[in-house]
C-alpha cells in the first residue's frame, strides 16, 4: 500500500465514523452509555491484540529507555505552557483545571499517534510508540486524577481505588503489554501466520471516533476563543518546536527520534473528556477543545507532516 493511499485510508476512519456518530446520535436513546460499550470493546477486545503482536519480536535497546521518558516529557511541557497560557486565558476552578488536563494529555495512544507511528515508520514505529506510551498508566493514574479529584471536592485516591484500576477489564491493555515483553524475552518466536495489525488499527480508530461522533455536542468555539487559539498554540507549535530542539541536542537513534518527533505533534487526548466528565469538570469545554484541536490537527498539521516527512523524521 503507498503512504498516500495510507494516508487517505486514515483520514477516511477518522472522519467519515466521526460524522456517521454525529449522525447517528438522535438515534440513540442514551449516547453516553452507548459510547462507553464501543470504546471498552475497542479496549479489551482490540488494542491487546495489537500490543502483543507488535511488542512480542520488538528489539530492544538501551535507546528504548528514552521513550517512556520522552512521553513524561511531552506531557509535562504541555502542562507547563499550559499553566503559562493561564494569565491570558484568566479562567479559574473548573474551567482552568480543564484546560490544563487538555493542554497536558496528548493523543499518544493507536487511535493518533500510535497509527501515525505505524503510518510513517512501518511495525517497528508502532511498537516502539507503544514502549513511549509506559508513561501514560502512572501519570493519569498517579497525578492527573488525584489533582482532578482535588480540583472536585472529592476525596484522593485509596487503596481500595488502587485494586479496582488493576481488576478493571480496560487495563487489559496494560497486561498484554506485560505478557508481550515477557514473551519478547523469553525468545519464543512469534508465530509464522499474516496478522492483520493494519485492519485491526484502523477498526480501532473507526469504533473510537465512531463513539466520539455519537457523544459529540458541538464545538462551542465563540464560548472559548482564547482556550482553542491558545491550546493549537501549545501543541501545534511549542511543544512540536522544544521537542525538536532537544532531539537535535541529545541526538538518539534515528528510530527513536522519529517517533518522538511525531508523537509531539500530536493534538488533545480523549482521556482529557474523560477526566472531565469522571470528575466534574468543564465537561463542554474538554470535549470542544478535543474535537477542534483534534479536526486542526487532521486538516491542517497531518498534511504538513506528510508533505515534510522526509525532513521532519
Known amino acids: 500500500m503507498t503512504p498516500f493511499l495510507k494516508f487517505v485510508l486514515f483520514q477516511t476512519a477518522v472522519l467519515v465514523p466521526f460524522i456517521t456518530g454525529c449522525l447517528l446520535r438522535k438515534k440513540f436513546s442514551a449516547a453516553e452509555a452507548a459510547t462507553r460499550k464501543i470504546l471498552n470493546a475497542n479496549i479489551i477486545l482490540i488494542e491487546p491484540l495489537i500490543i502483543i503482536w507488535c511488542i512480542w519480536e520488538l528489539r530492544f535497546s538501551p535507546g528504548l529507555a528514552l521513550l517512556p521518558a520522552a512521553g513524561l516529557y ?65 501519570y493519569v493514574y498517579g497525578f492527573i486524577f488525584p489533582a482532578a479529584r482535588k480540583a472536585s471536592g472529592r476525596p484522593g485516591v485509596s487503596e481500595s481505588y488502587l485494586k479496582n484500576i488493576i481488576s478493571d477489564p480496560r487495563s487489559l491493555p496494560l497486561f498484554a503489554l506485560i505478557l508481550a515483553v515477557l514473551l519478547n524475552v523469553s525468545g519464543l518466536k512469534r508465530p509464522a501466520v499474516a496478522f492483520p495489525v493494519e485492519a485491526l488499527l484502523l477498526l480501532s480508530i473507526a469504533l473510537y471516533y465512531l463513539s466520539l461522533g455519537i457523544n459529540f455536542n458541538g464545538l462551542a468555539v465563540r464560548a472559548y476563543p482564547k482556550e482553542h487559539l491558545l491550546l493549537a498554540v501549545v501543541k501545534f507549535i511549542i511543544v512540536p518546536l522544544a521537542t525538536f530542539l532537544l532531539l537535535k541536542l541529545i541526538g538518539p537513534p ?18 482529557s473528556v474523560v477526566v472531565s466528565v469522571l470528575f466534574n469538570l468543564d465537561a ?17 498539521i497531518l498534511p504538513v507532516m506528510f508533505i515534510g516527512r522526509e525532513w521532519l523524521f
Do not use: W
Open 254 to 271: 534515528a528510530d527513536v527520534a522519529a517517533v518522538i518527533m511525531i508523537q509531539s505533534f500530536m493534538p488533545a487526548a480523549i482521556f
Open 74 to 138: 511531552l506531557v509535562l511541557l504541555g502542562l507547563i505552557t499550559g499553566m503559562a497560557c493561564g494569565p491570558v486565558i484568566q479562567a479559574s476552578g473548573m474551567r482552568k483545571q480543564t484546560f490544563l488536563v487538555s493542554a497536558s494529555l496528548a493523543n499518544h495512544g493507536f487511535t493518533m499517534g500510535g497509527f501515525l507511528c505505524y503510518f510513517f515508520l512501518g511495525e517497528k514505529g508502532l511498537g516502539l510508540s507503544i514502549i513511549l506510551v509506559l508513561y501514560f498508566i502512572p
Open 284 to 300: 463542554k469545554l474538554a470535549s470542544s477543545l478535543f474535537v477542534l484541536n483534534t479536526l486542526v490537527f487532521l486538516l491542517v
